[in-house]
């Protein structure tokens, strides 16, 4: 049985996460990839192979070459799962604010 991977095991990876950075402002091919990491083609390779299968890259031919781009409608998965937290965050970090003025206003 197969297990299909999902976007926050993508993620997980810290090389991942610099591929997608990487990618994000422009399509990269494998080799341009590769450069930038201390690590064996094939090594990058199975990188790119798991954040194709989550459906976070995808490979475009172009000519010879094939170029790696990011999937934004993925990336707003992402973003959407963490906007529930940072709601929670930013009421906690207004509780807060509130807590230390009225403890600022005490000792004025």
């Known amino acids: 049985m197969e297990t299909r991977r999902d976007i926050f095991q993508a993620i997980a990876d810290p090389t991942r996460r610099a591929i997608i950075t990487l990618i994000a402002l422009q399509a990269m091919t494998p080799n341009a990839i590769a450069e930038h990491f201390d690590a064996t083609r094939q090594s990058v390779s199975k990188h790119l192979r ?37 709601k929670i965050w930013e009421a906690r970090f207004n509780q807060l604010d509130e807590v230390l003025s009225k403890i600022k206003a005490k000792k004025q």
């Not at 890259?57 to 963490?82: A, C, F, H, S």
């Open 50 to 86: 798991i954040l194709t299968e989550c459906e976070l890259i995808t490979p475009q031919q172009q000519g010879r070459e094939i170029y790696y781009q990011l999937e934004v409608n993925k990336m707003k998965e992402i973003d959407k799962w963490l906007e529930q937290f940072r």
